[in-house]
């Protein structure tokens, strides 16, 4: 109490740093903003799987035997998983690469910013990019090569959750494959191999009926041979089933695989995850 009677005022707390969520959201705007204003990278990154899928399926429009579907309608399934995988694995494994190398990390590491809202940043950027780059390689498939649209919303369902865990999956494998590289001279190399070799042998480029199985194996212990497994399920008829090398879309599988690679890519990161380069110390 004072001399007056009345009790002292209390000092009004110091405002609190928003939280991680609050700075990620943020921080996915600003890697947004940036992404959109590099004119040349935005249109590569858009225009690289339609016209991949423009040319395979001009080359490729013969009927597949006993499938109910042409070669072309095969390859448009396969460029939006490509995609998918394209614009989170390779994207962040590169981008994240040479943001160390430039001791960005390292900068933003020094700041209040919590560690969670730099990677849910880039989870929103992959997100918006993976979803447009979708949109677009759907809009094309279905004027041109007569995909149809799913009728059902049971099969739109399947679409939202292959989409998210695939792209998910695909994201943090990109965060843990970027402590790979040297440097940023390397990140190209060192990630743009194992995800071409990757397409190869997950029905990409090739139909899956024309794989050997010894390399569909390999395959199948990434994410990239279940999303195009599960896209096909989703944009082609049931009589497709016949290519696949079960004989059925396997959507259970799946959603294990894809969900398992969720859970391991995040192992990955916290384990492999760097904010500066070895040299650095």
């Known amino acids: 109490m004072t001399a007056t009677g009345t009790r002292p005022r209390t000092q009004a707390p110091a405002d609190r740093l928003p939280g991680a969520f609050a700075v990620g959201l943020h921080r996915g705007a600003l890697e947004i903003r940036q992404f959109f204003r590099q004119r040349d990278q935005v249109v590569f990154t858009f225009a690289f799987p339609v016209v991949l899928l423009f040319l395979f399926a001009s080359i490729f429009q013969d009927d597949v035997r006993g499938s109910g579907v042409t070669a072309s309608q095969l390859y448009v399934p396969a460029m939006m998983a490509s995609g998918i995988m394209s614009t989170s694995f390779q994207s962040l494994g590169i981008s994240i690469a040479v943001e160390r190398d430039e001791k960005v ?5 020094g700041t209040p910013m919590p560690p969670a ?10 997100l918006v990019t993976g979803f447009l780059e979708t949109a677009i390689l759907l809009l094309v498939g279905t004027t041109l090569y007569g995909v149809d649209l799913p009728s059902d919303a049971g ?15 695909c994201a943090l ?3 843990a494959v970027s402590s790979v590289p040297r440097s940023a001279r390397s990140a190209s190399s060192v990630v743009v191999l194992p ?3 990757v397409q190869f042998i997950s029905g990409v480029y090739i139909s899956i009926d024309s794989i050997p ?3 569909l194996n390999i395959g199948a212990l990434f994410p990239l041979k279940w999303l195009c497994q599960g896209l096909r399920g989703v944009f082609l008829p049931d009589s497709a089933r ?20 969720c859970v391991g890519g995040l192992a990955l990161c916290l384990l492999t995850f760097r904010w500066k380069n070895r040299r650095d110390g």
């Open 105 to 109: 990390l390292r900068r933003l590491r």
């Open 117 to 126: 809202a730099y990677f849910l940043g880039k989870i929103w950027l992959v």
């Open 155 to 169: 099969r739109w369902f399947d679409f939202g959750w292959i989409f998210v865990l695939g792209l998910t999956g």
């Open 173 to 175: 494998l990109g965060i």
């Open 195 to 197: 995800f071409l070799v």
């Open 213 to 215: 199985d010894w390399m």
């Open 242 to 261: 016949v290519l696949e090398q079960a004989g059925s879309w396997e959507f259970g599988r799946i959603a294990l695989v894809l969900a398992a690679w």
